[in-house]
Nanobody
Framework: VQLQASGGGLVQAGDSLVLSCRAS????????TAWFRQAPGKEREFVAV????????YYADSVKGRFTISRDNAKNTVYLQMNSLKLEDTGVYRC????????????????WGQGTLVTVSS
């Protein structure tokens, strides 16, 4: 099982960016997949999750209305569309496979991607 995150970069406030998380070794649609982020000196923070059924999506209040999580089953990939980026969106973004329990808790995820850095400048 592997998750490979990509798409990060340096952008200006107000710009948009799309992150990708490609899964291998399992069918991504059989599990919920989430994005977390961690800014320097801060704890890992839940960003968004897409469930295996439905699917349904849930977002952190800080990104609601600006970020959209989606999934392409044919490509076994989850995306995070990030619009109207703010300085506080800066951090390392990691995707993760949910193993059960509360979606917003990092401890309920069993596999993690390596992370992709998003830097938002003014």
């Amino acid at each position: 099982v592997q998750l490979q995150a990509s798409g990060g970069g340096l952008v200006q406030a107000g710009d948009s960016l799309v992150l990708s998380c490609r899964a291998s070794g399992y069918r991504l649609s059989n599990y919920a997949t989430a994005w977390f982020r961690q800014a320097p000196g801060k704890e890992r923070e839940f960003v968004a999750v897409i469930t295996h059924g439905g699917p349904s999506t849930y977002y952190a209040d800080s990104v609601k209305g600006r970020f959209t999580i989606s999934r392409d089953n044919a490509k076994n990939t989850v995306y995070l569309q990030m619009n109207s980026l703010k300085l506080e969106d800066t951090g390392v973004y990691r995707c993760a496979r949910h193993s059960g329990g509360r979606y917003y808790s990092p401890s309920t995820y069993d596999y993690w991607g390596q992370g992709t850095l998003v830097t938002v400048s003014s």
